[in-house]
C-alpha cells in the first residue's frame, strides 16, 4: 500500500517558495525538518508547544478546514509575532490529503517563548 503524497509549498521569512511532497500524517513541523527546509529558527521546542517558532499563516480556505486547535495551542499563540486570524502552529498541523496543493507562509518575526521566559527571570 502507498501512502498519497501531498504537495505543499512553504513561503519563508525571505519570500522564498519551496515546495515539497509529503505523507499524509506528517506534521508541518516534521516537513520542515525531514525536507530541511531553509526556515531559521523554526521549531525550537521540537512540537512540545512551547515556542511559537513554529508559527505559519495559511490561506483562509485551508485554515477553516483545519482541525480545532487545543487551549495550549491558543495559548502560545496568543505570545507568537505577528499574529493573523489564519495563524497556526506548525507542530499541531497534521498534513492531510486535502490539503494537496496549499501554501503555507512563515511570518517576518517568531519569538521563542523559551528564550523570553528564561530573560525574565
Ligand atoms: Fe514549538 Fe511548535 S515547535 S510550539
Known amino acids: 500500500s502507498t501512502t498519497p503524497k501531498v504537495l505543499v509549498h512553504f513561503v519563508n521569512q525571505d519570500g522564498v517558495k519551496s515546495s515539497v511532497t509529503v505523507s499524509e500524517g506528517e506534521t508541518l513541523l516534521d516537513v520542515v525538518i525531514n525536507k530541511n527546509l531553509d526556515i531559521s529558527g523554526f521549531g525550537a521546542c521540537e512540537g512540545?508547544?512551547?515556542c511559537s517558532t513554529c508559527h505559519l499563516v495559511f490561506e483562509e480556505d485551508v485554515f477553516?478546514?483545519?482541525?480545532?486547535?487545543?487551549?495550549?495551542?491558543v495559548d502560545m499563540l496568543d505570545l507568537?509575532?505577528?499574529?493573523?486570524?489564519?495563524?497556526?502552529?506548525?507542530?499541531?498541523?497534521?498534513?492531510?490529503?486535502?490539503?494537496?496543493?496549499?501554501?503555507?507562509?512563515?511570518p517576518q518575526d517568531v519569538k521563542d517563548q523559551r528564550e523570553i521566559s528564561k530573560g525574565s527571570k
Open 80 to 106: 507568537a509575532y505577528g499574529v493573523t486570524k489564519t495563524s497556526r502552529l506548525g507542530c499541531q498541523v497534521t498534513v492531510e490529503g486535502w490539503m494537496d496543493g496549499m501554501t503555507v507562509y512563515v
Open 64 to 73: 477553516d478546514r483545519l482541525e480545532p486547535m487545543v487551549d495550549e495551542e
Open 48 to 50: 512540545t508547544l512551547a
